[in-house]
């Protein structure tokens, strides 16, 4: 049965350890005038190097990911705003570009995202798993909210620079391993909150 081809971005599912996610997030802003980039549940962040206060709490800014960037985590939600001085930008699946939002992010450095592999290409196989890849970030939808950022599958290898550990291929009925637009679980490789990353 061949794959259904529909990009979610990163999907927050367990530990390196093999404990489930428990839906741990952390707070972090996206800044409404440096940041012209629209985000969505599913993408990789990084960190922005500004800060936000917010209420009564200083929020850290990120923005959507690239290849090649060290992240902080995986976007699971927006903070929606209602009630008085809230717009409707504010109850959005997704971050507008150059808006102010709250997003929650799955930052631990020890959790395994399940994500699409792009169509195209050179079909990974299970023996890839262990290799690193980059990713690609792709258009996400304004209608879900949902990100577009997918596996590349160009380019793996053991190099320690590129963006993505390859843990194992989604085991499951829907996903056909070594067809086109599989699934995996990878592992953030150049993350923010790990030793061998230089600070921004």
Do not use: C
Not at 34 to 57: H, M, P, R, W, Y
Not at 74 to 81: E, H, N, S, T
Not at 104 to 130: C, K, R, S, Y
Request: charged fraction near 15%.
């Amino acid at each position: 049965m061949a794959n259904l081809n529909m990009p979610t971005g990163f999907n927050p599912v367990r530990y390196v350890s093999g404990a489930p996610y428990n839906g741990a997030v952390n707070p972090y802003s996206f800044n409404a005038t440096n940041d012209a980039v629209a985000a969505f549940v599913g993408d990789a962040v990084k960190f922005a190097g500004t800060s936000q206060l917010i209420g009564d709490e200083t929020l850290l800014d990120v923005a959507q990911a690239a290849t090649g960037d060290t992240m902080v985590g995986v976007i699971v939600a927006f903070d929606p705003l209602y009630g008085s001085g809230a717009s409707a930008r504010d109850s959005l699946l997704y971050r507008a570009a150059s808006t102010q939002r709250v997003a929650w992010v799955a930052d631990d450095p020890n959790l395994l995202f399940e994500i699409q592999e792009v169509t195209g290409g050179t079909v990974l196989t299970a023996n890839d798993a262990g290799l690193n890849v980059n990713f690609a970030v792709g258009t996400g939808s304004t209608f879900t909210g949902r990100s577009a950022m997918v596996v590349n599958n160009v380019g793996e290898a053991t190099t320690n620079t590129l963006d993505l550990r390859l843990a194992e291929p989604v085991n499951r009925p829907d996903n056909t391993v070594g067809s086109d637009a599989q699934k995996w679980l990878v592992r953030i490789n150049r993350h923010s909150y790990v030793n061998q990353t230089a600070g921004v």
